[in-house]
Structure formats: C-alpha cells, structure tokens
Nanobody
Framework: QVHLVESGGGLVQAGGSLRLSCVASGHTFRGVTMAWFRQAPGKEREFVSAINWSGDRTVYTDSVKGRFTISKDNAKNTVYLQMNSLKSEDTAVYYC?????????????????????WGQGTQVTVSS
C-alpha cells in the first residue's frame, strides 16, 4: 500500500519561510511524477508544483514562481517544497501526490485526476 506523509506546515508570518516534506513508502517510485497541490477553505484544489523522478524537471504554477522550490531525495523517497517569501494568499492545506503513469491515464499533470495517491495534507497558515 502506498503511503504519503506530509510534514513541515505551520504558522508563519508574511515574508517568512517553510519547508514541506513528503515521505513516500510502500512501493518503488522510479518513473513517477510527484506534485504538490494546495486547497484553501472554500476553494478548489490548486496545482502548485511537480517534479519528475530524476529531479531534473520541475514546473510551478505562476503564483509561486521565484518563491517556491521543489526538490527531492530519491534515497529517502522524499519530496520537498521550500517556500520563501510567503504571502497570506499561500494559506492552505498542502497535499503531496504521486502519479504512477500506467494507472491514471493521460490526464494533464496540473489536474488532481492525474494523481493516484495522496497524503493527508499539512496546514500552512501565513499571517499578515
């Protein structure tokens, strides 16, 4: 069984930083895409960032470019999201997700439907 566990969320003031971690277990993860989504109260789930297995290709939604950095450590099966210059609009529950290509079909990577497994989420609250 695949498990994804996020950590690192918390309360931070605007302009501050947090680093989220997502530890994956229960499977081999070679060839997968991993991503971060977020969901604010009353809002739909929003794509934030994604990274390929080798870690040499990353993508970000426009609102976080230049502030957030996604990275991974394959030896630890861990994906990170370094969040700098945080804004109140970044407040949300952040979710880690993994896409096994042969399971989810050909959904676009920014769609939640592309991803097969999800973590429980970690709350990020940015005060202003």
């Amino acid at each position: 069984q695949v498990h994804l566990v996020e950590s690192g969320g918390g309360l931070v003031q605007a302009g501050g930083s947090l680093r989220l971690s997502c530890v994956a277990s229960g499977h081999t993860f070679r060839g997968v895409t991993m991503a971060w989504f977020r969901q604010a109260p009353g809002k739909e789930r929003e794509f934030v960032s994604a990274i390929n297995w080798s870690g040499d290709r990353t993508v970000y939604t426009d609102s976080v470019k230049g502030r957030f950095t996604i990275s991974k450590d394959n030896a630890k099966n861990t994906v990170y999201l370094q969040m700098n210059s945080l804004k109140s609009e970044d407040t949300a529950v952040y979710y880690c997700a993994v896409d096994f290509p042969e399971l989810s079909g050909n959904y676009y990577y920014t769609s939640p439907d592309a991803y097969d497994y999800w973590g429980q989420g970690t709350q990020v609250t940015v005060s202003s």
